[in-house]
Nanobody, 121 residues
Framework: QVQLVESGGGLVQAGESLRLSCAASGNIFSIPSMGWYRQTPEKQRELVATITSGGTTNYVDSVKGRFAISRDNADNTVYLEMNSLKPEDSAVYYC???????????????WGQGTQVTVSS
């Protein structure tokens, strides 16, 4: 029983910024890793950025220097600050969480519903 709720998507012009949020709730003991993936009808889902519970980050090369991922461990929320947006950033962005659950300590991958980001030129 885990739910990821995303928000912050929308339509912006090239060069502008957007901030995505994703809050995880439910049967959660810990979240070793959270992040964002994106997907278009023409491309496979690709990793955009991830962050561990300890603050270690990883970015796909195309967004380095423009995007910043962060998280609030107390609130089980991950953020993606997207700056200097480009039309090629347009996609459905999916929140991802690798979650350890209570009792048996099982690990599972969870995905949000996705939020649309459209960048016009």
């Amino acid at each position: 029983q885990v739910q990821l709720v995303e928000s912050g998507g929308g339509l912006v012009q090239a060069g502008e910024s957007l901030r995505l949020s994703c809050a995880a709730s439910g049967n959660i003991f810990s979240i070793p890793s959270m992040g964002w993936y994106r997907q278009t009808p023409e491309k496979q889902r690709e990793l955009v950025a991830t962050i561990t519970s300890g603050g270690t980050t990883n970015y796909v090369d195309s967004v380095k220097g423009r995007f910043a991922i962060s998280r609030d461990n107390a609130d089980n929320t991950v953020y993606l600050e997207m700056n200097s947006l480009k039309p090629e950033d347009s996609a459905v962005y999916y929140c991802y969480a690798f979650i350890k659950q209570y009792y048996r300590g099982r690990f599972y991958d969870y995905w949000g519903q996705g939020t649309q980001v459209t960048v016009s030129s």
